[in-house]
T-cell receptor, first 115, second 113 residues
Framework: GAGVSQSPRYKVAKRGQDVALRCDPI?????LFWYQQALGQGPEFLTY????????KSGLPSDRFFAERPEGSVSTLKIQRTQQEDSAVYLC?????????????FGPGTRLTVL | AQSVTQLDSQVPVFEEAPVELRCNYS??????LFWYVQYPNQGLQLLLK??????LVKGINGFEAEFNKSQTSFHLRKPSVHISDTAEYFC???????????FGTGTRLKVLA
């Protein structure tokens, strides 16, 4: 069965450009998470969706970051006017339900480099 | 707020030797604990998890971890490592009743021939 997929795998942007990162979760998974992983660090929570509802966006670093999941499946993380500090790997994870002990399944990530 | 500490950023070990990767978390009434492995250019894969019950948890690839509530630790062990175990290992914690994982900064395990 297919796992979580993310595209593109690598993205190079010039400072000030807008980028859009896509996540295809495992089919039927209700919960979807976005994490930011800076070089040499662990993943840090950005935002959480339950179906199409964005229940928590407390980890988004600024109002330049925006995420959506309009039909409760595919999600897009958009970063406007990218800055060098946005350079990181962006991980998407999905989970079958809302219960915190259920395993999160991670995608391979999108490595964003802002020049 | 919950936090996770992985004191060792890098652990070199010779092939077939035992290894322990340390993880400590801040105290909470009830937590769920996880170890994930990340191979180069891949996503995180679950090794094992502690939810409740037996404090010794066995996972995939011969790894195990022991939950110690009094020391707020969840150290990962393997009695004999292989070259293929070279990867980054992340400890994560989730308070029961919440949906968030809090990750440690990771430990890079390098297995030497």
């Amino acid at each position: 069965g297919a796992g979580v997929s993310q595209s593109p795998r690598y993205k190079v942007a010039k400072r000030g450009q807008d980028v859009a990162l896509r996540c295809d979760p495992i089919s039927g998974h209700v919960s979807l998470f976005w994490y930011q992983q800076a070089l040499g660090q662990g993943p840090e929570f950005l935002t959480y969706f339950q179906n199409e509802a964005q229940l928590d966006k407390s980890g988004l670093p600024s109002d330049r970051f925006f995420a959506e999941r309009p039909e409760g499946s595919v999600s897009t993380l958009k970063i406007q006017r990218t800055q060098q500090e946005d350079s990181a790997v962006y991980l998407c994870a999905s989970r079958t339900g809302q219960i915190s002990y259920n395993e999160q399944f991670f995608g391979p990530g999108t490595r964003l480099t802002v020049l | 707020a919950q936090s996770v500490t992985q004191l060792d950023s890098q652990v070199p070990v010779f092939e077939e030797a035992p290894v322990e990767l340390r993880c400590n978390y801040s105290s909470s009434v009830s937590v769920y604990l996880f170890w994930y492995v990340q191979y180069p250019n891949q996503g995180l894969q679950l090794l094992l998890k502690y939810l409740s019950g037996s404090t010794l948890v066995k996972g995939i690839n011969g790894f195990e971890a022991e939950f110690n509530k009094s020391q707020t630790s969840f150290h990962l062990r393997k009695p004999s490592v292989h070259i293929s175990d070279t990867a980054e290992y992340f400890c994560a914690v989730s308070d029961s009743g919440t949906y968030k994982y809090i990750f440690g900064t990771g430990t890079r395990l390098k297995v030497l021939a």
